[in-house]
């Protein structure tokens, strides 16, 4: 497939007629010149890369029915994340082998990008959605045990870096080439440092499941912004981050924002009833909470959606969006051949239409 598009985001600059040339599902050139079987009116640029996101279209990533899972991934793709990983929530560690037994075929045919673990080494005090009675200290043993079961499908591991043991766990992870992200975390400054300096590299949804920034000082959240510069995720559905931390988050940190959806069995479905791991969940006017205490469970949130929100209300160029949604997850990754157009990357497109809307080109 040519495309010639109107306009192009690519080396981080918005470039007018340039012609795109794939073989393959590979871009094997970028130019000028030449014919084009397929035009763009549009803004063309690199489907987004969802780096924490538990299911959609009525389904979990972890339900036990690969075609129920299959659905969940179409209504993501639909929604211009041309790349995910399979986000798992805290569960028995048994439980956890199954399912990353039944995803690794799936990374294996490249469906996902790989397996996320958001759990089971978290805090009880910012347990979230994670049901606390299952949650447990990480331990070198089980570390590597899931690791081997997964052979290399397990792309990224989220843990309370002041739990015992956490900080040899995200040096093992880090060694062993698997994303160590800080999140549902009461973690203070210096154990923070700390896990950064083992080798964790992102935090997961910054500002949530952790102290709030007004009453951060001291802690992960002051820390993780003022103290480091490691990518910050960010859920932009207007519920989990408050508009104005938004704002100075985006005045002062846009380069480290990755935008990510979180989100659970009822993005791109209808409000109802639904389960995040064993709890019970509702979705109300598309926000998802526990029944149990009302607490926010992970999102109904799309990437185009939130692609489309960062420009509109936060002021963010086309470029800068698309850093945000394609390049920096995929950079966090370590995946090359995604996030990006360019010469041996996958063709991997959408399209920023005349009206804003977003349109996936296959």
Known sequence: MNIRAAQAVIDGELVNDVLITTSAGIITSIGEQGASTHR?????????????????????????????????????????????????????????HQQIRRLKPLVSEGLFYGIHLEGPYLSHVRCGAHDPELLIHPNIDHVKELLEIADGAISMFTIAPELPGALAAIKYLNENQVVAALGHSQADAMTTRAAIESGATLITHYSNAMPKPAQGAGTITEEALKGSDIPLEIILD????????????????????ALI???????????????????EVEVRDQVARLK???????????????????????????????????????????????????????????????????????
Not at 264 to 274: C, I, R, T
Not at 310 to 334: C, Q, S
């Open 261 to 279: 959806t979180d989100a659970m069995a009822g993005a791109g479905s209808a409000d109802g009833d639904y389960r995040i791991g064993a709890l």
């Open 40 to 96: 763009v009116a549009g803004i063309l640029i690199p489907g987004f890369v969802d780096m924490h996101c538990h299911g959609g279209g009525g389904y979990a990533f972890s339900d036990s029915n690969i075609d129920n899972v299959y659905q969940a991934i179409q209504t993501h793709k639909k929604h211009g994340a041309a790349s995910l990983i399979a986000s798992l929530v805290t569960d028995r560690l048994e439980t956890l």
């Open 292 to 362: 149990s205490n009302g607490a926010l469970a992970g999102s109904t949130l799309t990437m185009d959606r939130a692609f489309t929100i960062l420009i509109k209300d936060y002021g963010a160029t086309v470029v800068e969006a698309v850093h945000a949604a394609a390049e920096l997850p995929a950079r966090v990754l370590g995946l090359s051949d995604v996030g990006a157009i360019k010469v041996g990357a996958k063709a991997h497109f959408n399209e920023i239409c005349s009206d804003g809307s977003i349109k996936t080109i296959s």
């Open 238 to 257: 207007g519920v989990h981050v408050a508009p104005e931390l938004m704002r100075q988050l985006w005045a002062e940190q846009k380069n480290r924002i």
